[in-house]
C-alpha cells in the first residue's frame, strides 16, 4: 500500500504544489447567487468539484461549514469527498481534531479508516493535548495510507501567545510539535504521512522546520494577508515540503467554473514561482 506522503508528493510532481479549501461561508454563497441553505451549499460544493476536482494536487473542505447545516450539511460533505476522491484529488478534511488517547481512536476511525462514510486522504489535528495524544490518528493513518496535518504555527494573531511559550528545555511550544512531528517522519523516502500547519502570514519566526521531511500546509495566503512571495521568509530549509493553501482568494472567482480555474493556476504560478521550482 502506497503511504500518504508518497500519494502526496506525486500529486504535487504531477498536478503542482497547491491546495484549494472549500470554505463556503454564507457570504460566499450569496456572491455566487446561491441560497445560504443546504441546496446553496450542495451547489456550491457540485461547482468546486467540477471546475478543480480534475487539476489541483489537494482539496481541503472544511468541515465546519458542513456541520452548521446539521446531517444534511455532513450528507453533503460526505458526498463532496466522494466527488472529489473520483476526480482524483487528495482530500485534506479540515476539522483540527484533538483529545484525550481514546477519543482520538474514535476521530480516526471516522476519517482515517477506508469503511468510514467521512474516509478522506488526511485530516488536520490539534496538539494541545499533547502531540502523542494523537497516537491513534497516525497509527491509523500508517495502516490505511493516510496522513495527518498538525497545527504548529497558525496563521491567526492569536496562536503566537500560545505557540512561542517556551516549555522547560527552552523550545517553542511550537518547535516541540515540529520536532515530534520530524520524528515520525524519519525514514521517509520521498516525502512523510505526517506534515504540519505554518501559516503563511506569521513572517520569520526563526523555528526550524528543516528536519520535518514532511508536507508543510501553508494557510492565510491571500484572503488572510499572506502572500507567495512570503513563503520564503516564513519557510526558510522546509521550502521543498510547502503546500500552500488558498480558500476565498480562489473561491472568490466562482461561481464561473474557468473563472475558478483560472484564479487556481494564477495562485500555482505564484507559488511555483516563489517555491523556486521545487
Ligand atoms: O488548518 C488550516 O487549514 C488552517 C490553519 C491555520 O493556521 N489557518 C487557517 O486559516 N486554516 C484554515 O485555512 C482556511 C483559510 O481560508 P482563507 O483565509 O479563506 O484562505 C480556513 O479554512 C482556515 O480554517
Not at 508528493?9 to 454564507?26: F, K, N, S, Y
Not at 497545527?151 to 517556551?166: D, I, K, M, W
Not at 461561481?255 to 475558478?260: E, M, T
Request: hydrophobic share 45%; net charge negative; charged share 20%.
Amino acid at each position: 500500500m502506497e503511504s500518504f506522503g508518497d500519494r502526496l508528493h506525486r500529486a504535487m510532481a504531477q498536478r503542482g504544489p497547491l491546495c484549494v479549501g472549500i470554505d463556503p461561508h454564507p457570504g460566499l454563497l450569496t456572491r455566487w447567487g446561491l441560497t445560504d441553505d443546504v441546496d446553496g451549499l450542495e451547489r456550491f460544493c457540485r461547482t468546486v468539484v467540477e471546475a478543480l476536482g480534475d487539476r489541483v494536487a489537494v482539496v481541503k473542505p472544511q468541515s465546519a461549514f458542513f456541520e452548521r447545516f446539521g446531517a444534511r450539511g455532513v450528507a453533503v460533505l460526505e458526498s463532496t469527498i466522494r466527488q472529489l476522491r473520483d476526480s482524483g484529488s487528495l482530500v485534506l478534511l479540515d476539522v483540527k481534531r484533538g483529545d484525550i488517547g481514546s477519543t482520538v481512536a474514535a476521530y480516526a476511525s471516522a476519517y482515517l479508516d477506508p469503511s468510514s462514510p467521512l474516509y478522506v486522504d488526511a485530516v488536520t489535528a490539534s496538539p494541545y493535548l499533547g502531540v502523542m495524544s494523537l497516537a491513534p490518528m497516525f497509527e491509523l493513518a500508517a495502516t490505511h495510507g493516510g496522513g495527518v496535518f498538525v497545527l504548529a504555527l497558525t496563521s491567526n494573531p492569536e496562536g503566537a501567545a500560545v505557540q512561542h511559550a517556551r516549555g522547560a528545555d527552552g523550545r517553542t511550544v511550537a518547535q516541540a510539535v515540529i520536532d515530534e512531528i520530524a520524528q515520525l517522519n524519519r525514514g521517509a523516502q520521498t516525502m512523510g504521512s505526517f506534515g504540519l500547519v505554518v501559516g503563511a502570514t506569521i513572517g520569520d519566526t526563526g523555528h526550524d522546520l528543516s528536519a520535518v521531511r514532511g508536507p508543510l500546509l501553508a494557510p492565510g495566503l491571500g484572503a488572510q494577508g499572506g502572500t507567495a512571495a512570503a513563503l520564503r521568509t516564513v519557510f526558510g530549509a522546509g521550502l521543498p515540503w510547502v503546500l500552500p493553501s488558498y480558500s476565498r482568494e480562489v473561491l472568490h472567482a466562482g461561481p464561473d467554473v474557468g473563472a475558478l480555474r483560472a484564479a487556481a493556476q494564477r495562485a500555482l504560478t505564484d507559488c511555483r514561482a516563489a517555491l523556486g521550482g521545487s
